[in-house]
C-alpha cells in the first residue's frame, strides 16, 4: 500500500496540544507521513498564550518549496496564518503547487482569548485563503467573523455556510462546538447540507480540537476519502480524542491524539 503524505502550514505550539504539535501527531494517529511548514512560532501553554513570533514570508515560501520539489503530497491542511503577507505568500505557493486537497482551519483566537490573526487581515483571508479550500473548517466565532453575521443555531449555522461558500470554498465546515447541547457541525457543498452530530463531552480538555478535527480532515482526504466520508472520519476520530483528554497543565489540557493506537497496545 502507497504510504500517503499531509503537509500541515501552521503555527507552532510549544506546549504540544495544538498547532504544528497537534497537526503531525493526527497525521501519525492516522498513517499518514506528515510534513511541516511553520508559519509562527507561538510561546502558549494550555492556560495562556505569551508570544508570538512571525517566520518571514521568503522563510514560509522557502519550506514549501523544499516539500514540494521532493516529496508528493497527497494533502494540505493550512491553520494559523497571522497576517496578509503570510495569507499572500501561503496563497501564491498553493497556487503554483497545485496540491488536490487543501483544508483550511481559518485560525483567529487560542483557546485563551489570544488573537492570532490580525484584524486587518480578513479580506485577504476571504479574497486569497477561502476561495483555495476544498473544506474551510471554521468555529461558530470565525464563521460569524467570515460570513458577517450572528450565529445561535443549526438553521443560522447553515446560512452562514452558505455565505462563506459563494466566497469560493468548495465545501464549508460550520463546527458547533460553541453552541449549548450536542456538538453538531454543518457541511455545506453548495447543493447539499450534511449534519454531523455527537454527544458533547464534559470536559475542559479541548486544547487543539479545531487543529486536531481540521488536520483529521486532511489526513482522511489524503488516503482517499471524499469530503463528506472525510468529515465523518474526522468527527470520530476527534470526538475519541476528546472523551480521553489528558490532564496536562494548569488550563485547557490537550486532546489524545493516540488514544486508539495506545488502547491496542496495551499502553493504557
Known amino acids: 500500500m502507497k504510504l500517503r503524505t499531509a503537509l500541515t502550514i501552521a503555527g507552532s505550539d510549544c506546549s504540544g496540544g495544538a498547532g504544528i504539535q497537534a497537526d503531525l501527531k493526527t497525521f501519525s494517529a492516522h498513517g499518514v507521513f506528515g510534513m511541516s511548514v511553520i508559519t509562527s512560532v507561538v510561546a502558549e501553554n494550555t492556560s495562556r498564550v505569551i508570544s508570538v513570533e512571525n517566520i518571514s514570508p521568503q522563510g514560509i515560501a522557502d519550506q514549501i518549496d523544499a516539500v514540494f520539489e521532493d516529496i508528493q503530497v497527497d494533502a494540505v491542511k493550512v491553520g494559523m496564518l497571522n497576517d496578509a503577507e503570510h495569507m499572500s505568500i501561503v496563497a501564491e505557493k498553493l497556487a503554483q503547487y497545485q496540491p488536490a486537497a487543501i483544508v483550511i482551519d481559518p485560525v483567529m483566537v487560542a483557546k485563551g482569548g489570544h488573537a492570532l490573526m490580525q484584524q486587518e487581515a480578513l479580506d485577504t483571508l476571504r479574497k486569497k485563503i477561502i476561495p483555495m479550500a476544498l473544506i474551510l473548517t471554521p468555529n461558530i466565532p470565525e464563521a460569524e467573523t467570515i460570513a458577517k453575521m450572528s450565529i445561535r443555531n443549526v438553521e443560522d449555522m447553515k446560512k452562514a455556510a452558505a455565505a462563506i461558500y459563494a466566497m469560493g470554498a468548495k465545501n464549508v465546515l460550520v463546527k458547533g462546538g460553541h453552541l449549548d447541547g450536542d456538538a453538531v457541525d454543518v457541511l455545506y457543498d453548495g447543493q447539499n447540507y450534511s449534519i454531523y452530530s455527537n454527544e458533547r463531552i464534559d470536559t475542559k480538555n479541548t486544547h487543539g480540537t479545531g487543529c486536531t478535527y481540521s488536520s483529521a480532515i486532511a489526513a482522511n482526504l489524503a ?16 470526538t475519541t480524542a476528546i472523551r ?25
Do not use: R
Open 223 to 238: 488516503k482517499g476519502l471524499a469530503p463528506m466520508a472525510a468529515v465523518q472520519n474526522a468527527k470520530d476520530y476527534v
Open 244 to 268: 480521553y483528554s489528558l490532564a496536562i497543565g494548569k488550563g485547557h489540557g490537550p486532546t489524545n491524539h493516540f488514544y486508539e493506537l495506545y488502547k491496542k497496545g496495551n499502553l493504557i
